[in-house]
């Protein structure tokens, strides 16, 4: 940035009154050589000029999901065209090749972080800073049903003040931090992506809840923390991202004192889904694709893996079933002329494409921005097809307790 100094990075030099007007002129140096005298005013202009221009691209910024703007290459220390690459390689058989998919669960790390690095400046403009979906009552709003739906979560967990949870893959924290406040108790989240970690570090600070919250960079498949010390532990769509749902599911066992829950919501597969259907594979595996899963359960498999690590499942159902209009409302065109509703409809996810390819051709946004816009908008379709067939389901809940007596690791 301008501040005064010449391209070499010396201070100017003085000049006497007669040596320059109020634009600057050459002046001799050495022979061939001249140096450019800046004034004061020309100097205060271009500091407005700078300062213009940060103000202008902080604004752009702030509106429209430019991947890399906000640090997602820092934390990940690859190129965004690269950590795609990487990602999409990790589906490059197709949805019937077992290899894809064991490959996708020894790599689950790398799989959830190509997402997330590249995808959560995606999200946050389109979703705000909860990643979930909701169902609806009445004549509900978007936000409110989604705080109702984070607000079951802490009532069927039945919390006391001062209690302390676990949130399982907390992305940037919006749930975990609607529940510290509706509870008040004390949410611990995990999570693996470095980037989403430091922007809900950020937003706790921002918000004063520092004394209720925090987040640790860890894995849901090895919780650091010691058995039977956890009053809750909940997850909101994320253990979808598990290679080994047993594997988590036995953690959170693990975790949580006797006669305490463990509370969520799980994408899965419904009785409707049909494995000899090839439509119905394709959809499952854009699904996948769409959002970073390595594979996924049918709501039955959830149940049985929750009771083969020692839980007393007292509630399970798919909660997209009591819903009075589609959980996948908000992907169509519903809503779509609403401000509230227009960043993550249909119609919003073409014009944002359209502006972050745009912006990508400009090399304003990082090349593979207008990749990951597409295969977020192709996951988007994918989901409403899954939904509208019933073969699919974002919101399968279910309420596991731990026995009283149990004191299984």
Request: proline share 4%.
């Amino acid at each position: 940035m301008p501040s005064g100094r010449d391209s070499t990075g010396s201070s100017p030099r003085r000049a006497s009154r007669s040596s320059h007007s109020s634009t600057g002129r050459s002046l001799r140096s050495a022979p061939g050589r001249s140096l450019r005298v800046v004034s004061k005013s020309t100097r205060q202009a271009q500091q407005r000029a700078a300062a213009l221009t940060r103000r202008f691209w902080d604004a752009l910024f702030a509106v429209l999901p430019v991947v890399g703007r906000r640090g997602h290459q820092q934390a990940a220390g690859k190129a965004t065209a690269t950590e795609m690459k990487e990602y999409l390689e990790l589906f490059a058989r197709g949805s019937e090749s077992a290899e894809d998919v064991a490959l996708r669960k020894q790599r689950y790390v790398e799989l959830s972080n190509g997402m997330y690095d590249i995808a959560t400046d995606f999200y946050e403009w389109g979703w705000g800073p909860s990643f979930h979906f909701a169902i609806y009552s009445g004549d509900e709003t978007f936000r409110e049903a989604m705080r109702r739906y984070e607000y079951t979560l802490a009532l069927r967990l039945q919390l006391q003040p001062g209690d302390e949870v676990v949130d399982l893959g907390c992305g940037v924290g919006g749930p975990m931090r609607n529940i510290a406040r509706f509870a008040r108790c004390r949410v611990v989240g995990v999570n693996i992506c470095d980037y989403q970690v430091l922007r809900g570090l950020r937003y706790i600070e921002d918000e004063g809840l520092m004394g209720q919250c925090s987040i640790i960079k860890a894995d849901f498949m090895d919780l650091p923390f010691a058995d039977h010390s956890k009053d809750g532990v909940y997850e909101i769509e994320a253990t979808c991202h598990s290679p080994d749902k047993r594997k988590t599911y036995a953690e959170a066992f693990r975790v949580l004192k006797p006669g305490a829950r463990f509370v969520g919501y799980e994408w899965a597969c419904t009785p409707r889904y049909d494995p000899a259907n090839a439509e119905h594979r394709r959809i499952r595996y854009g699904i996948e694709i769409g959002n970073g899963l390595p594979d996924t359960m049918t709501t039955d498999e959830i149940v049985q893996t929750l009771q083969e690590v020692g839980f007393v499942v007292e509630d399970a159902y798919d909660a997209t079933l009591l819903s009075e209009r589609p959980w996948y409302s908000p992907l169509t065109s519903e809503g779509s002329f609403q401000l509230s509703g227009f960043r993550h409809s249909r119609l919003g996810h073409y014009v944002t494409h359209a502006l972050v390819s745009a912006l990508e051709m400009a090399r304003i946004a990082p090349k593979g921005s207008a990749t990951m816009s597409k295969t977020l908008m192709d996951g988007a379709r994918d989901l409403v097809a899954g939904g509208k067939l019933g073969i699919y389901t974002p919101s399968f809940f279910f309420v596991a307790r731990k026995p009283e007596a149990s004191s299984r690791a």
